[in-house]
């Protein structure tokens, strides 16, 4: 794990120049870097969202591409369209934000449901077709979506095919007490959130990146009792008396996915049923709906979610 161990210690180190506490939020969007997943980040507005993806693509060499959505944003605006050259009379195609590595879509549920769709080809098949042409985007495509829990005037919520494209949900809470002291003494010393420059941020080859995404998928094992106890998993959601709709397969490869690349920040070869446990709920929660009784009762998805990890048998 040479190449992981490397990449997790280097952003860890780098991140904390520029993030104050978070570190859950951090590692996550590491972990998903490390899975080639996508992120929806949900938290209220001035928790360092969009400043945590900016200062990963700095450190790791990567293009950043911001997107501000809205509700009159259409699919050309992101994906890009043919432009007539009048000089030559033909067409050129002219890339949109998503032609880059990392893509920060900034309250992406206030999109419209046309351009929210525009994005799923994007996120899975890592391409846009343009008029019939398929134009390939970089292989560090990764959509990092923000949401905001407590506005929804104006929202399109996200369909159920958008969100199983997401590799993980982190929930993004508020600084503690101590960490928000540390903020405001950065502030007073000096410290610009536009400006990461006098930082000193020190980068990171993308190539060692890729050489741990490799590590990930096929340096670390997973013995067979761990295949049935992440089907378990998911399959207790779609059974879950509480839930509605339960997770999809491809959330249970998620799951293995993510337990992999924990195994590997936490430097092992091999998964164990902690690595599951740990990856569970930002691997499954924005995959499953709530009953409305369940609603009512005041139960949250990670509730449920925990209450179901903890009822199944962990094997030796």
Known sequence: MQAVDAVVAHLREQMS??????????????????????????????????????????????????????????????????????????????????????????????????????????????????????????????????????EFEGTYPLPEAQLDRFLMKINVDYPSAEDETRLLGRFQQG?????????????????LLTGAREEVRNGVRVEEGLFNYIVRVARATRESPALSLGTSPRAAVNLMQAAKATAAMDQRDYVIPDDVKAAALPILRHRVLLKP????????????????????????
């Not at 998903?32 to 693509?57: M, N, Q």
């Not at 959505?69 to 259409?74: C, E, G, P, R, V």
């Open 191 to 207: 410290f610009d959130s536009r400006d990461l420059a006098p930082l000193g941020l020190q980068a990171l080859d993308p190539n």
């Open 17 to 150: 120049k520029v993030i104050v506490g978070q570190s859950e939020m951090v590692d996550q969007c590491v972990l998903a870097l490390l899975c080639s997943g996508h992120v929806l980040v949900e938290g209220v507005p001035g928790i360092a969202k969009t400043l945590t993806v900016k200062a990963l693509a700095g450190i790791l060499q990567l293009q950043f591409q911001r997107v501000q959505a809205t509700s009159d944003l259409m699919p050309a605006d992101i994906l890009g369209t043919n432009v007539l050259n009048m000089a030559t009379s033909t067409f050129g195609f002219h890339a949109g934000p998503v032609f880059t590595d990392l893509l920060l879509v900034d309250e992406v549920n206030r999109m419209p449901p046309r351009t929210q769709a525009a994005l799923l080809e994007c996120m899975e098949e890592r391409q846009v077709t343009v008029d019939g042409t398929r134009h390939p985007l970089s292989p560090f495509f990764t959509v990092f979506a923000t949401q905001n829990p407590i």
């Open 293 to 316: 009784e369940a609603e009512l009762e005041g139960l949250t998805a990670d509730q449920i979610l925990r209450d179901l990890v903890r009822t199944i048998e962990v094997p030796q």
